[in-house]
Structure formats: C-alpha cells, structure tokens
C-alpha cells in the first residue's frame, strides 16, 4: 500500500456519459498529480494541484476538468467520454510541489476506464 | 524537462546485478535525473533520483557520469520481481514540477 488511494478501482461506462475518478494524497502531502495511461501512449501528465491551486497543466482535454478539496483529496471529472479515453488513470502526490522532499512521486495504483 | 533515451529492452540473470543506462545529454544544470519503475499495470513507483553525486538507497545505485549528460541505474543483486519498465526522467526542481515520462526500459530477469 503506497499510501495513495484511488477510487474505484475499475470502471465501465458508455460512451457520452460522465465519470468522477477520486485521489486521496498520501498523509501530509499537498501535491497531486494526475496521469493517464494508455495502451499505445505511456503516462501522459494531465494536470497538477498544490494545496488547494492549480500549479501545472498537461495535454488535458477540455473534456476533463479536476479539483483539490479542503481535505487535500482530488477528483478527476470526465465528460462525454469516447472510447479512446479508455485507460489507466493514475494518481500521485507528493510533499512539495517540486516533487522533492527524497522520496519523489508516490503513485497510487489507479482506475481501469473502460468505455464502451 | 530534457529528453532522455534508454534501451526498449533488457535481459538480465537472477541474482546479477542490472545496469540499466540513460542518456540525457541535453540536461540542464538544475535539472535532476529520476528513475521510476512500473511493474505490470501498477502505478510507477519512485526508485531512486541525483543531481551530480553518485546516490545509493536501499533499492538501488544511480551513478551520474561527470558530465552529468548519462546515468546508469544498478540493481545490485536483480530478483525476478524486478522485471518491470524503467523510466528515467529529467526534470527541474523548481516551482511546479510535472514529470515527463518516456517510453522506459522494459528489463526482464530471468531465472
């Protein structure tokens, strides 16, 4: 258990329809991350949020939008899904923003999307 | 962030030890060079990462070339669970770091 939860685990949805994928940081981190993974991709870097605020952005569709609460959780919003939004979607957080701190990126262990 | 360029792949016997290059020439001097693994469809977990110095932890070694434009990552004594794609990044420290992933090293240990 790397400290970061990500839930659910698997999802299958239709395509068109919409979906919220959660993160909770690992205790005392301020930073997540948010990757997706695709069969022919790699980890593709969506967006970042420090502390509540949005610090960095990926290639991230208009589609999806995400947020950091209070409590320092994050959830990622997927809208009008389409089939090639089907992959993983991994979660991180790390202390800083820099990702320092010696241990790097903690990765949760993601959400299968499926859209069919 | 500075493009790095590993192997697609390697072999190594259980019980050696695997070097696992990368090359990032165009590193910048306040970039570091991180390594990741991912193991099957989990998510990457963090290894090991240097600016300049030779580092070693209870994972692994990273030995960061002079010129800082190659690293190699050694795993002392690889087990079969090491089997897994490697990734080295380059990336700044500073402000809002995202981390780059590339295609990775697929190393396979073999018994």
């Known amino acids: 258990d790397s400290g970061v939860t990500q839930t659910p685990k698997h999802l299958i949805t239709a395509t068109g329809q919409r979906v919220t994928l959660r993160c909770s940081p690992r205790s005392g981190d301020l930073s997540v991350y948010w990757y997706q993974q695709s069969l022919d991709q790699g980890l593709q870097f969506l967006i970042q949020y420090y502390n509540g605020e949005e610090r960095a952005k990926g290639n991230i569709l208009e589609r999806f939008s995400a947020q950091q609460f209070p409590d320092l959780h994050s959830e990622l919003n997927l809208s009008s899904l389409e089939l090639g939004d089907s992959a993983l979607y991994f979660c991180?957080?790390?202390?800083?923003?820099?990702?320092?701190?010696?241990?790097?990126?903690?990765f949760g262990s993601g959400t299968r999307l499926t859209v069919v | 962030d500075a493009k790095t360029t590993q192997p697609t792949s390697m072999d190594c016997a259980e019980g050696r030890a695997a070097n696992l290059p990368c090359n990032h020439s165009t590193i910048s001097g306040n970039e570091y060079v991180y390594w990741y693994r991912q193991i099957h469809s989990q998510g990457p977990q963090y290894i090991i990462h240097g600016l300049k110095n030779n580092e070693t932890n209870e994972m692994a070694s990273l030995i960061i070339t002079e010129d800082r434009k190659s690293s190699t990552l050694i795993l002392p004594h690889a087990t079969l669970r090491d089997t897994a794609v490697y990734y080295c990044i380059a990336g700044a420290v500073q402000g809002a770091q995202k981390l780059v992933f590339g295609q990775g090293t697929r190393l396979t240990i073999n018994p």
């Open positions: 991180a957080s790390s202390v800083w923003p820099d990702g320092t701190g010696g241990y790097g990126y903690t």
